[in-house]
């Protein structure tokens, strides 16, 4: 059977589906307490939902960049349609296993309808190296937050605590510079052959160079330009990849002031819950991350809102009920990715 782009479109719908049912069947809580936390949250839910819209616009504003990087002057694609891409994509990500990589073949799959093939996939490997990259750097500034509110008392600094922050920045210095390399060289070619020295996959890594291995160069070459040729477009994407993580951090310090956690109000209290909110996001991303093999990363999320939020000096109970209101958002927003799936048309 030959696989056409719309029977793939049917796949990727099929799949977030069942993702949906399959998440709202393994709550660790019965139906009746989720019931019982979403009367909790009451009207919070509407911004802790609705903050989405903004992360989002502003993760396709960051994919935006890149792709006016990185596209050929006679190729053309509308924002609103990167928009809902993005929101689809992301929705494909909840619901797969190995880091979430199921939105990137459906992006490249979407994209080729309005951009060439090499560039549709330059862009969307671009992006996605964007994404993780802008991860590392918010760990990254998580680690000197943490040490700032350690200085003037606000949280403990305990040996403990310096070497595991001591291992995070060994951790992102080492990511920055692979990523540094990758982006001079281009890592397509390079993974490829990598892949082929896993047991099994020898002969696809073989047939990809031997069949595509001109197109593969050039995605290569087309990311190591945005580089090094265009860095406007570049440090765009990276500074908006990384502004979403600090919008995003809004979703906990809602679910903190809906628990009247706010550090004793005023200014200086929502400052300081806000930055306990980013380390707590900062945290519980790098666990599920390094867990990230997990279909659905499931339990892996709320274990580090639970760990996270308990080494703020927090209630464990805060943390389980922000692990399920972030689950319950996750839900809507895998539906309405997937309902975009069947609304989206390329620009052409």
Not at 205 to 222: E, F, R
């Amino acid at each position: 059977m030959k696989w056409t782009k719309q029977r793939l479109n049917n796949l990727f719908f099929v799949c977030g589906i069942a993702a949906v049912v399959i998440m709202l069947l393994t709550f660790d809580v019965s139906f009746a307490e989720l019931w019982q936390q979403l009367c909790k949250a009451g009207y919070w839910l509407v911004p802790i939902i609705g903050i989405w819209i903004i992360i989002y616009a502003i993760n396709a504003m960051s994919w935006y960049s890149v792709i006016e990087g990185n596209k050929s002057p006679d190729e053309n694609v509308s924002f609103w349609r990167i928009f809902r891409l993005t929101i689809t994509g992301y929705a494909l990500n909840y619901a797969t296993p190995v880091g979430g990589l199921g939105g990137e073949p459906y992006r490249i799959m979407e994209l080729s309808k309005d951009l060439s093939k090499q560039h549709a996939t330059s862009s969307v490997i671009l992006y996605a190296m964007m994404h993780i990259f802008a991860h590392f750097w918010f760990w990254f500034s998580s680690i000197f937050i943490y040490i700032g509110l350690a200085l003037i008392g606000d949280l403990p600094m305990t040996t403990a605590t310096a070497i595991v922050l001591g291992i995070i920045a060994i951790f992102c210095l080492i990511a920055f510079y692979l990523f540094s390399k990758g982006y001079r060289n281009g890592l397509v070619v390079k993974t490829i052959r990598i892949i082929g020295k896993i047991p099994g996959l020898k002969k696809w890594s073989a047939n990809m160079q031997a069949n595509h291995g001109n197109a593969l160069h050039n995605v290569d070459s087309q990311i190591a330009a945005l580089h090094q040729q265009d860095k406007k477009h570049f440090y765009n994407s990276l500074l908006l990849e990384y502004l979403s993580r600090i919008v995003q951090s809004l979703e906990i310090m809602f679910m903190l002031l809906l628990f009247d956690i706010d550090c004793g109000g005023g200014l200086t209290g929502l400052t300081l819950t806000f930055l306990h909110s980013i380390l707590i996001l900062a945290f519980t991303t790098l666990f599920a991350n390094l867990i990230g093999f997990l279909p659905l990363q499931l339990g892996v999320q709320e274990g580090g809102f639970v760990i996270s939020i308990a080494a703020l000096g927090l209630s464990a109970a805060l943390g389980i009920f922000v692990s399920i209101i972030c689950r319950v958002r996750e839900i809507i927003w895998i539906l309405i990715g997937i309902l975009l799936m069947k609304l989206d048309k390329p620009t052409q």
